[in-house]
Every structure is written in structure tokens, then in C-alpha cells.
DNA sequence: GGGCCGTCATACCGGGCGGGTATCGCACCA
DNA sequence: TGGTGCGATACCCGCCCGGTATGACGGCCC
């Protein structure tokens, strides 16, 4: 199977539809058409039912759209990291020297963060470190696809699977209230309680395509954004302990009993062979 | 880049020669040749050094056999995965009901294995499981390519990485001796004293390639062949605490002190969408 | 219910590229 | 200095990918 069958395919699939595929392809639907065919046929199995409305996917439909996205990242990964190989390595000695690159999302774990890279500039042997912060939820696929060598995850929150990983900070989370009000003064609350606090709706994450749930709540994309709203009395919002340091006037805090302790980490490609993740992950250890 | 592209360059990166790399594609050395030019071209990269006898390997070419390997993996695990899909679903409604395929090394855990299949093929809507009994460290790979669902896998000797997984079992290595052996009345020996007894050379276990390392030992192929050969005075052998099971007379036991334990896990991709993996590995925990 | 629309399949054509054979350039070696 | 072994180059052919034009078919609306 070529890579250019399975890209195609799993446009389709996402598409449920060959004319938009096709344009999202860049080619016509004619030949988009055949090559599913074609693929089909090969593999001795019907992967999409053809309706009047476009196409729907059968099961082995739904397993090749599954592992085939996978395998898709891996030929990605393969394809940049021998891109940053070369110039990074300096093909005959130019220049560019070694680098890694390092992934987060914007404005979470900024203490951890900054305290790894403080001591691993320290170390010696150690290579430039790329920061490449993100909205979350593209942290994992970015690590699958090659363009981060090593990120810093938190769970539940992050698809950690597959991956090698250290862990570094374990903390609960916390009700971020605007000050004043009713609640704020409770010793904790629950998850349930906190998601049903009449006028306070809490904001929206994005899902990893970067669509946004239904619901009543902001979407959220920034978080001082957020944090102002529920300063306004607009909303409410839960975070990890280590967010507490970023709060201004305005806000109360109250821990969560029942919520799920968030474990920040650091991962990377099980068969890493950068000598830069390597440092970091020894590094990021020590802490 | 295409996977035909991928599988040129492991040939001709594995053989170290175009002409052998050819041969073993099937195809003539020009158009490998040129292939591999291309894929240069278009990564920017120089991927191989000519020499007069063959080529050998850039950095950034090791980088892309590493990571062109894993992605070569990745879409032969979605090709068989897909056929697999249709022809265990029955395309049709037609006939074959779903299965899934556990792989284990041949004469390894057979106690821990037959608990397993026993106790999964008594839950309800229990499918199938093929069981594929492969020579040591053959698992992996089969895991990584599709050609299994799910697989019994020994810490620390497979490689476990980028799978997820449940402990089965933990246990004590112990060193087999001929019975009346010098040692055989220790209490415990140590590993560099079991590697190294006059006369009793060990096994030699094959790589992941099938090649045996080199040294005087015997290349392990059945353990009851070798079992036969400790018992004749030729060999020792360091098996794990679960074999003694299957132990006969002419042979003697002794506890190692440092050799690591042994754990016995169940293993599966951690993608993985399939029922049949999911029942077994509730069942698997359960134990 | 008949025309119309949307969607995918088929028919057909042209060009690019992958693959083959023949040959060259080159380094080592006897 | 000819021989040998290896990869690169030159050149040709045929397949297959991609394009345009058109067909088949189910819904939908008036």
C-alpha cells in the first residue's frame, strides 16, 4: 500500500464525501474515485458504502482510517526528522548545529518549563532547545508526526499513549470562582457541583481537530481571556494547583474533592535516538 | 514520500549494496539507483556515502532507516489489520466470525497462557484467539506490522516500548545445571559466575534479525534440545522460575542472586480498537 | 411523476515516471 | 595496464496517474 493511496483514503473518510476529498486533494474526483477503487480491490474489501449523499464508512472502513492515520504520522515523522537531521547536523560540517525540538501548551506548567530548560542549558553537552507552545490538545499529534522531538503532557488530559514518559509534577486541581462569590467560601466542591453552578457556565477545551464542544460555556483559547471573564462573574473554570501563582485579584479559589489529580509529564518517541532527548529527559529527572 | 520510496531505502540502507538491495526488490540496480537520488533530492538530504564496495550510511540516513522501519511497520500493520478486519467480519454477513491473534514465544509462560485462553474462552462473547507461538524476541515486530493483535512479552528481554500493557507475572531467574554439577549444592550464584562455569558454556539466544551474537555456547533453537544437552554435561542454562515445571530428572536448580526478575506481560498496540484484544486483556487482569 | 440536481462511476486521452537494457566512469587490484 | 566490481548515466518503453467529458442513479421539488 503507498503512502498516496492511504492520504487519499483517509480524505474520504474524513470527508465522507469524494467530490470535497478530491478538492481537498488537489485533483479531480474522477481519478480519486478509481484509486479508492483500486485500493479496494487490492485489499479485498469494501471500505466505504456509496450513498446518493456521498460515502459512509463499512468496519474495516473505520480500521483502516484508524491505523491508517497512524502509519500516516509515522512516514511524517520519518520524513521531518530526517529533514532536521541533515540541517541540523550540518550536512559536511556548514553550520546549524544540533537542536530539539520541545513541546507544550501555552501558558500550562510554565514553572516546570522554565526550570527544565534553566538547567539543562546548564548541562554540559547541551544542544539549542526549539520552545513550541501550542493550543492544547495538539501537543500528542505533534510528537506522532514529527515535528516535536519531546513535549511536555499533562494527564488525563493528553493522549499519552505509545509513548516513553517521566513523570514530573502530581497536583489537584482547583474551582477558580470570580471573589464574592456564594460558593467561595465552601471548604471544596465537587466536579458535579462545579459544572452545574447556576450562571457560571465553565469554558469550553478545544478537541483535537480544534472544534469545539456544544454547550453553554466560552470557548477557550486564551486563558487570560477566561480568567477575566470569571473576574466579570461570566464564568468559572478548574486548574491544576501550580495555576494558582498566575491568579490576580478578583478570584477565589476552591479545591475539588472528586477531580482527578493532573500529572504533568514528559514524553517523547519510545525509539528516540536524539542524543538532545535524551539530556532533556535526564534532566527533567533530576528536578 | 512514498512507501515504495521507504522500502528502496531500508534495502539498499540494510544491504549496504545497490546491486544486493536490487536483487532482493525484485527490481534492476539503475532504477534503485535513481530512486534513491530522487528521494535525496526531494529530502534535501544526502542519505548514503558510495564507496567502490557498496555504501554505507549518513547520519541523516540512520535517522531515516530508524524511523522509515517504524513507519514501514505502521502501514503494513494497517494493510493486514484492514484484510483481517473484512475477512473476520465476514464481508456479507457471509461466514467467518471475528477473531484475534495472541502471539508467545514457543515453550515460554505456556502455564500462564493456558490459564488465559481457559478463562477468556468462558466470558461471555468471547471471540476467537488464534495463537501464534514464534522463536524469542519475534513478538515485537509482530505486534508492531499487524501480523498480531496482542502478545505475551518477557521484561526485560522483548521490547515493550510504545506498547501498552498489564503485568501477568513476576519471578526469580534460576541457573539449570547438570545434577551432581560442582555448583549445584550452592545457594545462590551470581550471573557473572553462571556465565562463566568451566565447561558449561550457555545459549546463545538469537537477535531480532535471527542471527546468533557470537561465542561457544549452543544456538538456542528448542529449549528441550538444550534441556537435553544440560543434562548431558554440555551447556547451562538461566531460565525463569516458571520452568521448573517442566523440569525432568539430571537436573539441578540454583536461585541466581542478581539476575533480574522476569515479568510476564500482556501487550497490545496502544491504538488498538479490537475487541477481542480488549476482552482478553480484562480477562488477563483478572488472573 | 417528470425534470432537475447532486453524487459517484465510467470512458477515453495524454504525459510523466517507473522500470528495463546497454554502457560509462571510477577505484582498487593483480 | 588490463581486469573486476560497483554505482551512475543514457535511452527507450509501457503503465498508470491525472485530466475532461459523460453516464448512471437515487432524491427532491414543483
Known amino acids: 500500500m503507498e503512502t498516496r493511496e492511504l492520504r487519499y483514503f483517509v480524505a474520504v473518510a474524513e470527508e465522507g464525501h469524494f467530490g470535497r476529498a478530491a478538492e481537498r486533494l488537489g485533483i479531480a474526483q474522477p481519478p480519486l474515485s478509481r484509486a479508492i477503487a483500486q485500493l479496494e480491490r487490492r485489499l479485498g474489501a469494501d471500505l466505504l458504502v456509496r450513498t446518493h449523499r456521498g460515502a459512509t464508512l463499512t468496519e474495516a472502513g473505520e480500521t483502516l482510517l484508524h491505523e491508517g492515520r497512524a502509519a500516516l504520522a509515522a512516514v511524517e515523522a520519518a520524513e521531518r526528522r530526517t529533514r532536521r537531521t541533515v540541517e541540523t547536523a550540518g550536512a559536511g560540517g556548514s553550520g546549524g548545529r544540533p537542536s530539539v525540538v520541545l513541546t507544550a501548551k501555552a501558558g500550562a506548567s510554565s514553572e516546570v518549563i522554565a526550570k527544565l530548560l534553566d538547567a539543562y542549558a546548564a548541562e554540559p553537552g547541551a544542544v539549542e532547545v526549539d520552545l513550541v507552545l501550542c493550543p492544547p490538545a495538539q501537543q500528542s499529534p505533534m ?76 470557548e477557550l483559547r486564551d486563558l487570560t481571556q477566561v480568567l477575566q471573564l470569571v473576574r466579570l462573574g461570566r464564568a468559572a473554570i478548574v486548574l491544576p494547583d501550580s495555576a494558582r501563582a498566575n491568579l490576580r485579584d478578583g478570584l477565589a479559589v476552591v479545591p475539588l474533592s472528586d477531580a482527578p489529580r493532573v500529572t504533568t509529564v514528559i514524553a517523547w518517541p519510545p525509539h528516540s535516538r536524539s542524543a538532545g532527548v535524551a539530556g532533556l529527559v535526564r534532566t527533567a529527572t533530576r528536578l
Chains 1, 2 share one sequence.
Do not use: K
Open 143 to 218: 510528537l506522532r508526526d514529527g515535528r516535536a522531538d519531546v513535549a511536555i503532557l499533562h494527564q488525563p488530559f493528553d493522549d499519552v499513549s505509545g509513548f516513553d514518559l517521566e513523570v514530573l509534577l502530581v497536583e489537584e486541581q482547583l474551582l477558580i470562582l470570580p471573589a464574592g462569590h456564594a460558593l467561595s467560601t465552601r471548604r471544596s466542591v465537587t466536579v458535579a457541583e462545579a459544572s452545574s453552578i447556576p450562571g457560571l457556565p465553565l469554558p469550553r477545551w478545544p478537541r483535537v481537530d480544534g472544534s469545539y464542544p456544544e454547550g453553554p460555556g466560552p
